[in-house]
């Protein structure tokens, strides 16, 4: 949401239920926040394989470390903390519980295997969905939206490792994606590389829109304005709550 919005509304007490508007809290404390809560989280999930697509109770509501792992590591790499994301990032991997394979998110292939079979061998979190109605008009979403995924931790990582003036370390991982999903890619320079290799496999996923933000590629890549950097807040929010204000350009 913060990616998306901006600051966003965030509870993390018991609000006074005569007043129903909360405004935008500053994006900042919302990660101090996040932050805190992810690494007490890491102490007492379980490490282990995170299956999210089968159907045992205990998988699906009882996640994994890697999960905050990664959540963590998204927020720090958004923060521009590198450091601390790269050592999160090599946990997962050092683990040894997922493997990369063909998968390319951007196909529907992919997507549909994923549906029918459940996890793959790379896959670390996703969700089912189901066809969204509007009036008369049905929103055909993917049915398996993969959240978390091995190529995004790999991708990630290579960028950490980019980061911290390890080109070579960093040429390495991304090879490794490369080889696993059979594509080409150029570039400038490794930044570069991973960029057209997330546009090839991975141009819907949610971690995208965060990578060009937080490396200036989102302009370019994406034909848009500064202001667009932030998405419109949706009238229905803004009608149903008075102390949010529209996002600056809209």
């Keep these: 949401m913060i990616v ?3 600051d966003v509304p965030y509870i993390n007490f018991t609000p006074d239920m005569g007043n129903y508007y909360i405004g935008r809290t500053p994006q900042d404390e919302i990660f101090t926040d996040l932050k805190n809560n992810l690494e007490k989280a890491i102490d007492y999930l379980e490490e282990k394989r995170n ?3 089968k159907t045992d109770a205990n998988d699906f509501f009882f996640l994994s470390k890697d999960v905050a792992r990664i959540l963590l590591a998204n927020i720090y790499m958004y923060q521009g903390e590198y450091n601390q994301a790269e050592l999160l990032l090599k946990q997962v991997i050092d683990n040894g519980f997922y493997q990369l ?3 390319n998110y951007n196909s529907e292939e992919t997507i549909t295997d994923l549906f029918n079979n459940g996890s793959s061998k790379e ?3 996703a969700t089912h969905t189901d066809i969204i109605t509007r009036r008369d008009v049905s929103i055909h979403t993917p049915q398996v939206v993969p959240l978390m995924t091995y190529t995004d931790v790999i991708l990630s990582y290579a960028e950490c490792l980019y980061k911290a003036g390890k080109t070579s370390e960093a040429e390495q991982q991304l090879n490794k994606v490369t080889t696993a999903k059979n594509i080409n890619i150029s570039g400038n320079d ?3 590389e991973i960029k057209e ?3 090839q496999l991975m141009l819907y996923t949610n971690t995208n829109f965060a990578f060009m933000k937080r490396n200036n590629f989102a302009k370019d890549t994406y034909g848009i304005d500064d202001y667009k950097l932030l998405l419109p807040i949706p009238q229905s929010e ?3 709550n008075p102390s949010i204000e529209q996002n600056p350009g809209y």
């Design 4 to 6: 998306a919005w901006g």
């Design 123 to 125: 896959t670390i979190f």
């Design 101 to 103: 394979d063909a998968s």
């Design 190 to 192: 490794v930044l570069e």
């Design 197 to 199: 290799a997330r546009l």
């Design 51 to 53: 299956e999210s697509l």
């Design 238 to 240: 803004l009608n149903n």
